[in-house]
């Protein structure tokens, strides 16, 4: 079945270090890609989002490339804030295939001043 | 453009009591789903309501239903409540007009099973 793999946490960095948070995924079909974050007590909210290979997803500072070729689709920001400590969740919806994400498991987020 | 809401934000209950929870989608939206999401099964998909009809539904048992009403607000009810029932359920919603969409999420509704 479709799955999402996402790097342990927690990660912990300091403030302004570079942030990278893996994530793959298996598919039977041909997904679209999405960043979600949950601050604590909150809901998830959608950060960016990939529909085709090669696509960038973009905002606030965070980017992501759906990469066909090593089915992945990374996070990274160049320069962290304590304000980004949260859990990121990387999700698929394939295409056609209903309205159903698929998540990874979550990683924890802790920046430190 | 108000966003997704979830009533109630908090509920506690005992084991054997079903509940109702409510989301209202963002304006224009369509299509709703629910999640429940655990410290131990993460986030996973209840079901997906479009035009008032059950459009996917996940590897949930028959306690869990839901309905959605013409102007696309969405209920789910769990029956006979056990402990394992106790969670973070999210209701997202979407355009979703024959094409992936973005699903937007509540602040969700923590159910906390006695």
């Known amino acids: 079945g479709d799955s999402v793999t996402q790097m342990e946490g927690p990660v912990t960095l300091s403030e302004e270090a570079f942030l990278t948070i893996n994530c793959t995924y298996t598919?039977?079909?041909?997904?679209?890609l999405f960043w979600y974050v949950q601050y604590p007590g909150e809901g998830l909210q959608l950060l960016l989002k990939?529909?085709?290979?090669?696509d960038k997803g973009s905002n606030k500072g965070f980017e992501a490339t759906y990469r066909k070729e090593t089915t992945s689709f990374h996070l990274e920001k160049g320069s962290v804030q304590v304000s980004d400590s949260a859990v990121y969740f990387c999700?698929?919806?394939?295409?056609?295939?209903?309205?159903?994400?698929?998540f990874g498991t979550g990683t924890q987020l802790k920046v430190e001043l | 453009k108000a966003g997704v809401t979830q009533t109630p934000r908090y509920l506690i209950k005992t084991r054997g009591q079903q509940v109702t929870l409510s989301c209202s989608p963002i304006?224009?939206?369509?299509?709703v789903s629910w999640y429940q999401q655990t410290p131990g099964q993460g986030l996973q998909f209840l079901f997906e309501?479009?035009?008032?009809?059950?459009?996917n539904k996940g590897n949930f048992p028959g306690r869990f239903s839901g309905r959605q009403f013409s102007n696309s607000r969405s209920e789910m009810n769990v029956s006979t409540l056990e402990l394992g029932d106790s969670a973070l359920y999210l209701c997202?919603?979407?355009?979703?007009?024959?094409?992936?969409?973005?699903?937007?999420f509540g602040p969700g509704t923590r159910l906390t099973v006695l």
């Open positions: 999700a698929l919806i394939l295409t056609g295939g209903g309205n159903k994400l698929t």
């Open positions: 990939a529909t085709k290979a090669d």
């Open positions: 598919a039977t079909g041909y997904p679209s």
């Open positions: 997202a919603s979407s355009l979703y007009d024959g094409r992936t969409d973005t699903q937007y």
């Open positions: 309501y479009f035009s008032e009809t059950q459009r």
């Open positions: 304006s224009g939206h369509r299509s």
